[in-house]
């Protein structure tokens, strides 16, 4: 009879330790998962920063102004009836 009843407990003990085993890898799983949720979040952000940017940048270049201003600048052309007056340092 005793026998039995350390067995019983035994088996109880046995099935309660591998039930806070579980437990207690399921929460370190968990925790690496928030953590990680919260890493992707700020990339989210970090990228929806960088995208923004360059949304902009992008919308600055496509204007007729900036189009204007490197046609201007890297082949030196002007529009019809401007002149060009060109000033030079003296040493």
Do not use: C, P, W
């Not at 009879?1 to 003990?13: A, E, G, H, S």
């Not at 330790?17 to 992707?40: G, L, P, V, W």
Request: aromatic share 6%.
């Amino acid at each position: 009879m005793k026998k039995q009843l350390t067995l019983k407990r035994l088996v109880i003990v046995f099935i309660f330790a591998i039930f806070i085993f579980n437990y207690i890898k399921q929460e370190i799983t968990m925790k690496r998962i928030q953590e990680d949720i919260s890493i992707s979040q700020k990339q989210l952000e970090e990228l929806k920063d960088k995208n923004s940017k360059l949304e902009a940048d992008l919308k600055k270049v496509e204007s007729d102004e900036y189009i204007e201003k490197l046609i201007r600048e890297r082949l030196g052309m002007t529009k019809e009836g401007e002149k060009v007056v060109n000033s030079q340092k003296q040493n």
